[in-house]
């Protein structure tokens, strides 16, 4: 299993550098990885807001949430999301929020 | 000689028949798979398209016409012409079915002489001047399918080690054994073919030959003549062990595989079959895979879903 | 003039047996002949040291490679175990017959070569051939489970010897065929050569557990865990159930319940779960046109009733008859006369034909496509449609399992030619199409830098077909709408088209049927198809 360094600490990740210990997640993880992402800075409170979105639903339904319903719940569109995530919803978002790469055909 | 050839010829035609049928009984016997059928199915209704049963709601409901004379003709149609090989590969095809016709044409020479040595037995005239009418065609007969057998086995055998050659694909995937062919069944049919252009244009010998056989009296042949024939005895004990039954099995494959559609409807006998081999223990050693468990259990028992 | 590829370089140790270069791959029309980014990630040092990268530098399946020579022994004997067991009629009745016809009597002739998308797209490559497979596979059966004579191998040039290289490649090679059988469509033989790529994809996982993750680990186990290879549970499906009728009343002005696990329901709708996910519109058209036909169906919430998917179909016979038995279980327990597919390609091969010698008695219920009963709907006239609302241009892509391997190829033609006035067809369509490059699991493959080789590669042919089926519009002016009946060809058209950037250099967004019917519904207000999510 591949190992990722995130400040300072080292994540178990799959090939493609999703969290693999979802337990192991914290906010500095996702601090941390923002920057291996692209993203500039601190992320900010619309940054977190979905971030904390997608793990909410993760706790309570065990899946990422549909696209369609994290922006009707979160007040985001698609755009929103892209400009907050670059590599979008799935990839970008999903993966600081500590899930596991979606599977089945998603 | 003539004793030889009548012994060796009566075991070339024992072997092939019996190593044929035990090749086709044994891929026939194989237990019935899990359909794989692929479209288009030759004998549904909607053929030309491609269409099945499944295109109408409630197919199970509804009869589901077949037409197997269709899909007999359709499966033997290219037996003579190989119409994906005009297609796709047209040098390819140009010597390759020159080549396939010689087998059928030698094979058919052989059969039509023995007919038509029984037909002389019996009495009949055969030859160009014949009183007979039937004499006469019989005498055609045998030279058009001679002729068409040698000529053309001769040009696809030496042709297809050519092609074979010149197309970097087919290069890559031939065997020596490929080679080994061309060169002994160019030898079977140019032996028939000088035989027949310098000394028996009017393929008489052959006539003579058979009459030896049906009456088991040795013949008096030519040595060229003889060289041929017992070529072709060789031939017909070679050809079991090479890839030739694929002239029946292609056949078998398309409506026991192809075109096997049938479906498995409550109380038939395809379901008891299906049930029994279902029945059968497993092996496999996936861990995934329950040991010492039959197909049945290893369905329903394991892999459920956790106890929460 | 192109390199030979021969069989006996599989069996070199270290190095590539081909490199894939991209200028020999067959050519776009513009502005798809440049591409910005290289076409294929290379891995890095250190994912190449963990999984083996030696056939073409793409990874599918990642084998580590051994650490000892006692190993690697082990490994080679389990292997050769299982290849046994695939000539026994107790573990592979199965497939005996058309195996057995396929080793035995393909002549090499080399026809099917041409018609195999993934040869033609990589610019002629002899490894992926759909010939390569079963020659390598043959050499090892006929010297290892044969166990024919040395001299007789040498005449039939059968010769091999095996190391675990060599099976590492045969495993990655096994994923390079999208099991689209248009191969086997050509051959006069009537052999397979996809099939040989499933029965060594059997050995792999039947034998020894290997498969790439998404398609057994995430895939077939968690769908047989759970209930859904996407994770779903029954209680995240009510979640998303409720939402989605909340969409269909905010585009409809009405509500409609959708019915889950209504006892005695004329049919039950299985449908892929993904797409609960990633495509709701879909499942929110199949609730509005059934609701407008009066049609009684209902869902199912039951483990494996939520899920068409049967993904065993692709590598599996265990898995895909253990997936196939629940399925009939959630139809049976609810009591309804029959099931019916929703658009899912693989999975109306798998649950309506192949299930067929797997399912027997009572659980043999009738299963159906949902396509036949749509084009009822639409052409008895029982919603009321205007096409003028589809009035842009539409093209069909065949799902492989609807068309050439069920034949199932009209219903789906018909209604867009009553409801798509622009609609056109690609060349070559119908039972002989070309697979989406998505086929036999790739869709959903995600790893590493197998996507990159799923859209330049084995979709290579379909995205051609695309351009070439719009070129009368070519520009970003006109939408356009490619129709995919299938998720997984949705999947693999959602990533592809991205990747080429299809949508900012031509409008081409993707869905499937039944989004177009709703589109064309008189009754919403509001066109259907959303363009903004492409
Ligand atoms: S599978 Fe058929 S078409 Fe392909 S090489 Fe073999 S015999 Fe020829
Ligand atoms: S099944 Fe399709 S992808 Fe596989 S070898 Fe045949 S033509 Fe090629």
């Known amino acids: ?106 | 000689m003539g004793t030889l050839i009548v012994v060796l010829t009566y075991i070339a035609y024992v072997f092939i028949v019996v190593v044929y049928s035990v090749k086709i009984v044994a891929w026939l016997r194989m237990p019935p798979h899990i359909r794989w059928d692929l479209y288009p199915v030759i004998h549904e209704e909607h053929y030309r398209y491609g269409g099945s049963y499944y295109e109408q709601p409630e197919w199970w409901t509804k009869p589901r016409p077949r037409n197997t004379w269709r899909s007999l003709l359709y499966s033997l149609k290219d037996n003579f012409y190989m119409g994906e090989y005009y297609e796709r590969n047209r040098l390819y095809w140009l010597f390759l079915l020159p080549w396939h016709l010689g087998f059928i044409f030698i094979i058919t020479f052989h059969v039509l002489c023995f007919f038509a040595a029984a037909a002389m037995v019996a009495g009949l005239d055969i030859a160009a001047g014949s009183a007979q009418l039937a004499g006469k065609g019989f005498y055609y007969l045998l030279l058009i399918t001679g002729g068409i057998a040698f000529v053309t086995g001769t040009f696809g055998s030496m042709g297809m080690p050519i092609v074979r050659l010149a197309d970097r694909g087919l290069r890559n995937f031939s065997m020596p054994m490929n080679y080994f062919n061309y060169l002994f069944f160019l030898v079977v049919y140019g032996s028939g073919l000088l035989a027949w252009l310098f000394l028996d244009p009017t393929l008489d010998e052959y006539r003579t030959y058979w009459v030896g056989l049906i009456t088991l009296t040795p013949p008096e042949l030519h040595p060229v003549t003889i060289l041929h024939i017992v070529l072709f005895d060789l031939f017909l004990i070679y050809l079991p062990f090479t890839r030739s039954t694929h002239y029946i099995t292609r056949i078998l494959a398309y409506f026991f595989i192809r075109w096997d559609d049938e479906p498995n409807l409550r109380g038939s006998a395809l379901e008891k079959r299906i049930l029994g081999l279902l029945q059968q223990k497993i092996s496999w050693e996936g861990k995934h895979i329950p040991k010492g468990k039959s197909w049945v259990e290893a369905a329903i028992e394991s892999g459920l879903p956790e106890k929460k | ?534």
């Open chain 3, 1 to 534: 003039m192109k390199k030979t590829v021969h069989v006996a370089e599989f069996t070199r140790l270290g190095g590539q047996v081909t490199e894939l270069d991209p200028a020999e791959f067959i050519a776009l029309p513009p502005p798809y002949d440049k591409m910005e980014k290289p076409p294929i990630r290379t891995l890095t040092d250190d994912q190449r040291k963990r999984m083996d990268t030696t056939l073409d530098g793409i990874v599918a399946v990642g084998l580590q490679p051994p650490a000892t020579p006692e190993e690697e022994k082990a490994f080679i004997e389990k292997f050769l175990a299982g290849l046994e067991k695939l000539f026994s009629v107790e573990d592979n009745w199965t497939f005996l017959q058309p195996l057995m016809h396929t080793l035995e009597y393909c002549v090499k002739c080399q026809i099917c070569s041409d018609a195999c998308p993934v040869y033609v797209s990589s610019g002629r490559q002899d490894i992926y051939r759909p010939t390569m497979r079963p020659e390598l596979f043959r050499r090892i059966v006929s010297t290892y489970v044969k166990k024919e004579h040395p001299l007789l191998r040498k005449i039939k040039g059968s010769d091999i010897e095996l190391n675990w290289q060599t099976l590492a490649r045969l495993a990655e090679l096994a994923y390079r065929c999208t099991l689209c059988r248009r191969c086997a469509q050509v051959c006069l033989l009537g052999c397979d050569n996809a099939l040989v790529s499933r029965e060594i994809r059997k050995v792999f996982s039947q034998q020894m557990g290997i498969a790439p993750k998404e398609i057994h680990e995430k895939g077939s186990v968690q769908q047989l865990r759970v209930g859904s290879s996407t994770g779903m549970t029954p209680a995240a499906l009510k979640d998303i159930l409720e939402f989605t009728e909340e969409e269909i009343e905010a585009k409809l002005g009405r509500k409609i319940k959708i019915p889950v696990d209504k006892k005695g329901a004329e049919i039950l709708l299985i449908h892929n779960a993904g797409e609960f996910i990633a495509w709701p519109e879909n499942l929110e058209a199949f609730v509005i046109i059934l609701d407008a036909a009066g049609v009684d169906w209902t869902l199912s919430s039951e483990i494996a009733g939520y899920d068409s998917i049967n993904y065993g179909v692709w590598y599996d016979d265990v898995q895909f008859a253990r997936v196939a038995i629940r399925q009939s279980q959630a139809a049976k327990s609810l009591g309804v006369r029959k099931i019916s597919f929703g658009e899912c390609g693989h999975a109306h091969k798998a649950g309506i034909v192949i299930a067929d010698r797997v399912v027997a008695g009572d659980l043999n219920i009738p299963r159906e496509s949902s396509l036949p009963l749509l084009e009822e709907i639409v052409m008895s006239g029982r919603i009321k449609l205007d096409p003028s609302r589809n009035d842009f241009p539409v093209t069909l892509h065949d799902p492989c399992n609807m068309v050439r391997l069920m034949g199932i190829v009209e219903p789906q033609r018909r209604i867009l030619k009553k409801i798509c006035p622009q609609f056109r067809e690609m060349t070559p369509h119908g039972v002989e199409n070309y697979c989406c490059g998505g086929g036999s699991g790739f869709a959903i493959t995600q790893s590493t830098n197998f996507p990159d080789w799923r859209n330049s590669v084995s979709g290579r042919m379909k995205m051609k077909q695309v351009l070439d089926a719009f070129q009368d519009a070519p520009g970003p002016e006109v939408k356009k709408y490619v129709c995919a009946p299938c998720s997984n060809c949705k999947g693999q058209f959602r990533d592809m088209l991205d990747y080429y950037g299809a949508w900012e250099k031509s409008s081409i967004y993707y869905g499937g049927l039944v989004e177009l019917i709703v589109n064309a519904m008189v009754d919403l207000k509001q066109p259907f198809i959303q363009w903004e999510w492409h």
């Open chain 1, 1 to 106: 299993m591949p190992q990722l360094e995130v400040g300072g600490k080292s994540y178990e990740v799959d090939e493609d550098g999703f969290l693999q210990e979802l337990e192991k997640w914290t906010r500095d993880f996702a601090q941390g990885y923002a920057t291996i992402e692209g993203i500039e800075g601190e992320l900010t409170e619309e940054h977190w807001k979905l971030i904390d979105y997608i793990r909410e639903y993760y706790a309570q339904f065990g899946i990422a949430p549909m696209i369609r319903k994290m922006c009707k719940d979160t007040g985001f569109d698609l755009k929103k999301i892209y400009v907050l995530f670059p590599s979008g919803p799935a990839k970008g978002a999903c993966k600081l929020a500590g899930l596991s790469k979606p599977t089945g055909c998603v």
